[in-house]
């Protein structure tokens, strides 16, 4: 299903930017708690979009993370044979004058599986990279069963499968001919 833009929600630090429509991979609900994987193949991750909500009342809070295709077949692949998982992934967008400091976790804890977004206020270092600046503004944690984080995570490796098998020509193409320059 295609995503529709949504309206900004506070607390979403600046997410609800135009954003293209995107393929929903798999989807996650707990009666307060949303955790959606994205296609974002374009520009080379899966996008992880998170947030709380109160029936009736909507979302609270939104998060959202770019995980890298490579970084992903690795925690997708654990998550999915079951493997215990620790994973903290800090990223981050420059956005002119304003920072943003993205960060993913990705923890198995007690017979659960835990993937927490934190969105806030970040600082560029280096050559464009950004840490976090401070507390964040948006934090989302959302359980899920051993099972359940298996469901979600063989739905990613096989997209990303179809996606590699549909784009082959096309990427090894555009490699070919990049390696002819």
Do not use: C
């Amino acid at each position: 299903m295609l995503e529709r833009r949504r309206p900004r929600i506070p607390g979403g630090v600046g997410i609800m930017a135009e954003q293209p429509q995107r393929y929903r991979i798999h989807s996650h609900l707990t009666r307060s708690r949303f955790l959606h994987l994205e296609d974002a193949l374009d520009i080379g991750k899966v996008r992880l979009y998170a947030g709380e909500y109160k029936r009736g009342e909507g979302a609270s809070s939104t998060a959202a993370h770019f995980l890298d295709v490579a970084d992903a077949r690795v925690v997708f692949s654990d998550l999915a044979w079951g493997k215990a998982v620790d994973y903290i992934e800090y990223k981050g967008t420059a956005n002119g004058g304003r920072p943003t400091s993205r960060v993913l976790k990705v923890k198995t804890n007690g017979g659960k599986v835990w993937v927490r977004l934190e969105n806030g206020p970040g600082q560029v270092i280096g050559e464009g990279a950004v840490k976090p600046a401070g507390d964040p503004e948006a934090v989302v944690n959302v359980p899920f069963t051993t099972w359940e984080a298996r469901k979600l995570a063989h739905a990613v490796l096989a997209h990303l499968a179809a996606w590699e098998v549909v784009t082959f020509r096309k990427r090894t193409q555009k490699h070919n001919q990049e390696a002819t320059r």
